[in-house]
């Protein structure tokens, strides 16, 4: 099972940098460089199942790399810019009200001067939940999906796709999870 799991994310994480504030070529991005993009797909390209399993709803690795952090170690998160980290391990024996009472602080942590530190840009600052959830309307969803199958079934050899469109499919298929 294990050497399935590390086949799958060779092929879903294939140039993992390992910080997350790091290009995948080296150097590190600049401040308004974090919010991009390719710096957020450097951030969720961090978390994998082994490190990152049973989290809260609320801390998804999208929800995560969203607001600058990436998966250091198992169950541990550090921002990019202030180097916080925020350890989170839920005991499941719990009682789901402390369960639920927990998972909600860390979610807070996460996001404000508790789990960063106070001059963090990232507290204010997030990246755009629309960069992996675009808002559209189903009904424009369903006309795009219709018109690009109707073209694809055309097609006698199908087109190379780039590392930019890979990872919005990922990203896709991990929001529908």
Do not use: Q
Request: charged residues 25%; hydrophobic residues 30%; contains cysteine.
């Amino acid at each position: 099972m294990d050497k399935i799991n590390k086949t799958i994310e060779s092929l879903i994480y294939p140039h993992s940098s390992g910080d997350g504030n790091t290009r995948e070529g080296g150097g590190a991005y600049s401040s308004n460089e974090r919010r991009s993009l390719s710096a957020f797909y450097e951030r969720l390209k961090t978390y994998k199942i082994e490190t990152w399993f049973a989290k809260p709803k609320d801390m998804s690795p999208l929800e995560c790399a969203r607001f600058g952090w990436f998966n250091c170690l198992p169950d541990m998160i550090e921002c990019t810019t202030c180097k916080s980290r925020i350890y989170v391990n839920i005991d499941a024996s719990l009682p789901p009200d402390f369960i639920s009472e927990i998972s909600n602080k860390l979610t807070e942590n996460m996001k404000n001067n508790v789990g960063h530190k106070p001059d963090c840009d990232w507290i204010l600052n997030p990246c755009e939940k629309n960069m992996y959830m675009p808002s559209l309307l189903p009904s424009l969803l369903i006309n795009s999906y219709t018109t690009r199958a109707c073209k694809l079934l055309k097609l006698t050899k199908l087109p190379e796709i780039d590392e930019d469109t890979i990872n919005r499919i990922i990203i896709r298929y991990l929001v529908m999870t």
